[in-house]
Structure formats: structure tokens, C-alpha cells
């Protein structure tokens, strides 16, 4: 399925800009949310579902505010300079992955941590963008009139980022939750694959005034998706906290209610009790 899915967007990529395409690849991230809630059971909260929605919605935002555009002319030498901006990109992240893991040993912690499965979606989607911006340098060769050679050279190299980003991603399902990490995944590349798209490769955005507001409104639901998707947990405990303290502080009321009530009604006089154990007492006899 990865390999009929790879063919599809290599043809894809032969005939749309980048900007265009890989944010339309993230659109299978519903189906994914659907499949892991209710296949594998992962439990999920409201706003992580919210999270999802918005990230879905921004998705098909960014799609719909691409347009066709005419290929700018590009230098051989874009290639090496993506190679270094990822490797700096990836020294950061996984610096950062070894803090929370060390951090993680000094608390004796035995499950992953939301960063540890964030930070393994964004290699993984930064891998899985620049293959397709790779491989859309290729066919952007190609058009002019750059040796043919360079069109399977940039595939090898885009099939090489495809599998490294695989490895990153099966890392993080190991253990983490496959909708955060898939999620993160999808909007890095996503994310990867527009600016890339764009510094890379010349492409502008829409010069319609509604696709690129289309565009721009994508971009902002796909960041809040993330944002709440990295602070679900830590948002549902601060909701519960007040509203398990307000209903502890009810639970008390009125339980000092019903002992002032119970008080009362529970006294029986001496005299009523002497005459019942009497007739009980004469009854017998």
C-alpha cells in the first residue's frame, strides 16, 4: 500500500506544485483519527478530538487555496542547501528528544512522554515533505532541460527520506499514541512541503484574493490543531481540577445538611422508650 500510495504521488507531483499536493496528501488524517479510536482503542478526550478536527479542517484549507503556476527557473544547487537546513533542523530536534528522555530516566518514568511523540511526528513529517519536494525538483529539472538523470537520482533520494522518515515514525508508534504521532507527522509535512515548496522551488502564493485567504486560514486551524493536541492533557486537567473541587465542596454541604438533619429526628425521649420495653415486655408474658 506505501509503495502503490508512492506512485500515486510521484504522478501527482509530475503535474501539481508541491504547496498544492502535500497538504491534500494530510486529508487521510480523519480516516486515521476514526480507525485508532475505534480499532485500536485508544482513548482520547475532547480536546484532542478538537485538536484533529481543526488540523483536518486547515488541511483541506490549504489544499483549496492552491493554484496552478507557471515553474520558475531553479539552480542544481538547491539540493544541497535543503540537505543542510534539514540536518540543523534535526540536530535541534533531537537534542531537544534527549533532554526529555534524560529527564524522563531522572524521574523513572516508564511510558512516553506527548513531546517524545510530538518530536518523532516531526522528523518523521519533515522526512516524509522533503521527499516530496525532492522529488518535485526532479520533474522541475526535468522541464528545464537539465539532464535526464537527475530525475531518478532526486527519486533515489526521495525514497531514501521516505523509508529514514518511516523509521522515525514506527519509533514513535512503538510506544506513543499513533494519532499524535501520525498527526504531527501529516502537519510537519505538510508544513515542510509548503515552505520548502515555496523557498525552494519559487512558488507564490494564490493571486486570488478567497484562495489565498483559503490558504492563510488553513495555516492558522492547522497550528491551534497542533497547539491543542500537544496541550490536551494539561487542559483537561486544569477543566477538571475546578470543577472536581466545586463538586467535593457540594458533596460537603450537603452532607453537614443531612447530619444537622439526621440530629434531631434521631432523639428519642427516656420516658417513650421506658413505656415501649414495658408493653414489648407485658406482651410476652
Same mark, same amino acid.
Given at each position: 500500500m506505501d509503495i502503490f500510495g508512492a506512485l500515486l504521488m510521484l504522478r501527482a507531483l509530475s503535474q501539481a506544485p508541491v504547496s498544492v499536493i502535500q497538504p491534500v496528501s494530510g486529508c487521510?488524517?480523519? $480516516?486515521?483519527? $476514526? =480507525?485508532?479510536? =475505534?480499532?485500536?482503542?485508544?482513548?482520547?478526550? !475532547?480536546?484532542?478530538?478538537? @485538536?484533529?478536527?481543526?488540523?483536518?479542517i486547515g488541511t483541506i484549507g490549504v489544499g483549496a487555496g492552491g493554484e496552478e503556476q507557471e515553474p520558475s527557473s531553479i539552480s542544481i544547487f538547491q539540493l544541497p542547501w535543503l540537505a543542510f537546513v534539514?540536518?540543523?533542523? =534535526?540536530?535541534?530536534l533531537n537534542g531537544w528528544l534527549r533532554i526529555c528522555k534524560h529527564q524522563r530516566r531522572e524521574q523513572e518514568m516508564i511510558e512516553f512522554e506527548v513531546v517524545e511523540e510530538i518530536i518523532y511526528g516531526l522528523e518523521s513529517g519533515i522526512l516524509f515533505g522533503m521527499a516530496s519536494v525532492i522529488s518535485k525538483l526532479g520533474f522541475v529539472f526535468l522541464e528545464q532541460? =537539465?539532464?535526464?538523470?537527475?530525475? #531518478?537520482?532526486?527519486?533515489s533520494i526521495s525514497i531514501c527520506c521516505s523509508g529514514t522518515g518511516f523509521y522515525y515514525q514506527t519509533r514513535g508508534l512503538k510506544? @506513543?499514541?499513533? $494519532?499524535?504521532?501520525?498527526?504531527? !507527522?501529516?502537519?510537519?509535512?505538510i508544513v515542510?512541503?509548503?515552505? !520548502?515548496?515555496?523557498l525552494a522551488l519559487g512558488e507564490r502564493l494564490p493571486s486570488a484574493?478567497?484562495? +489565498?485567504?483559503?490558504?492563510?486560514?488553513g495555516w492558522l486551524l492547522i497550528m491551534i490543531g497542533v497547539v491543542l493536541l500537544v496541550s490536551s492533557s494539561r487542559l483537561v486537567r486544569h477543566f477538571r481540577w #475546578?470543577? +472536581?473541587? $466545586?463538586?467535593?465542596? @457540594?458533596?460537603? +454541604?450537603?452532607?453537614?445538611?443531612?447530619?444537622?438533619?439526621? @440530629?434531631?429526628? !434521631?432523639?428519642i425521649p427516656a420516658a417513650t422508650l421506658h413505656q415501649l420495653i414495658t408493653s414489648t415486655a407485658k406482651e410476652k408474658a
Open positions: 487521510g488524517l480523519a $480516516i486515521l483519527s $476514526i =480507525f485508532s479510536h =475505534f480499532y485500536l482503542k485508544e482513548v482520547m478526550n !475532547a480536546v484532542d478530538w478538537m @485538536g484533529i478536527t481543526l488540523a483536518g534539514v540536518s540543523i533542523l =534535526f540536530v535541534l532541460g =537539465f539532464p535526464t538523470m537527475l530525475v #531518478p537520482v532526486c527519486i510506544h @506513543g499514541r499513533a $494519532i499524535v504521532v501520525s498527526t504531527c !507527522a501529516a502537519v510537519a509535512s515542510t512541503g509548503v515552505v !520548502a515548496g515555496m484574493p478567497t484562495a +489565498r485567504f483559503s490558504l492563510l486560514l #475546578p470543577s +472536581r473541587r $466545586i463538586m467535593k465542596s @457540594g458533596l460537603v +454541604r450537603t452532607g453537614s445538611q443531612r447530619v444537622k438533619d439526621s @440530629g434531631p429526628s !434521631a432523639v
